[in-house]
């Protein structure tokens, strides 16, 4: 499956973004997505995490509360709604996919995990 990202932008601090990720085919039901970010000089940081089924999510602590992600099975597109941006979540953001039976396990915290990665899209959040 191909990944494309989008949705990225400049912000300030408080304000809100809803990323994309959208499966170029209508396999996207059959992975566990996850969404991970890089700043920088900086490892690739997990962000969160979601199941086949909507029902199962995790989230980083750093993130916890202030994002939420989606996804849409039948729009074969997964989602990253960001609220109360800081500068520190100044990053490019990453989906990632994995063929997965159905839910997410620990393995899907770490970037190694996953199969297929999107491009990125750029959030800048300026204080």
């Known amino acids: 499956v191909q990944l494309q990202a989008s949705g990225g932008g400049s912000v300030q601090a408080g304000g809100s973004l809803r990323l994309s990720c959208a499966a170029s085919d209508r396999t996207l039901s059959s992975y566990v997505v996850g969404w991970f970010r890089q700043a920088p000089g900086k490892e690739r940081e997990f962000v969160a995490v979601?199941?086949?089924?909507?029902?199962?999510?995790s989230y980083s602590e750093h993130v916890k509360g202030q994002f939420t992600i989606s996804r849409d099975n039948a729009e074969n597109t997964a989602y990253l709604q960001m609220g109360s941006l800081k500068p520190e979540d100044t990053a490019v953001y990453l989906c990632a996919a994995r063929k997965a039976p159905l839910h997410y396990d620990n393995s899907d915290f770490t970037p190694s995990a996953y199969d297929f990665w999107g491009q990125g899209t750029q959030v800048t959040v300026s204080s």
């Open positions: 979601i199941s086949r089924l909507v029902s199962g999510k």
